[in-house]
């Protein structure tokens, strides 16, 4: 289905973390209906921004913002769910990610 995800940290504040969301069609056809949820820890609030597009043309990509405020200044811990269409079939994963350096924290 050649859906790669990117995700790049950037600190925004003290205990605030912007991460850009990339998603890239590396495939031959379109993907279509693109859905992200993101969930963090209780002790950590994500804020989710629209994705700059729900369509993505073969060697195209869009984007999306994600904020997260950490107070407590302990490692971001995401849980992703991504489903899209592509080649007339839905596909959805189930990911967990907490492999940012400390320097994002």
């Known amino acids: 289905h050649g859906l790669r995800l990117t995700l790049t940290p ?3 504040a003290a205990h605030v973390v912007d991460l850009r969301a ?3 069609n ?10 992200f949820q993101v969930a ?15 369509h993505i ?3 195209s990509s869009v984007s ?7 107070p407590t200044q302990a490692q971001l ?4 769910k991504i489903a899209f269409t592509a080649d007339a079939q839905t596909h959805e994963h189930m990911l967990d990610f907490s492999g ?3 320097t994002v924290v």
Do not use: C, E
Request: glycine share 8%.
């Open 10 to 12: 950037s600190k925004r």
């Open 22 to 24: 990339d998603f890239t």
């Open 26 to 35: 590396t495939g031959d056809s379109a993907v279509s209906g693109l859905a």
């Open 40 to 54: 963090v820890p209780k002790s950590q609030k994500i804020q989710i921004h629209p994705p700059s597009g729900q």
């Open 57 to 59: 043309s073969a060697g």
């Open 64 to 70: 999306q913002l994600l904020r997260v405020s950490n």
């Open 77 to 80: 811990r995401l849980r992703m």
């Open 100 to 102: 940012f350096p400390s």
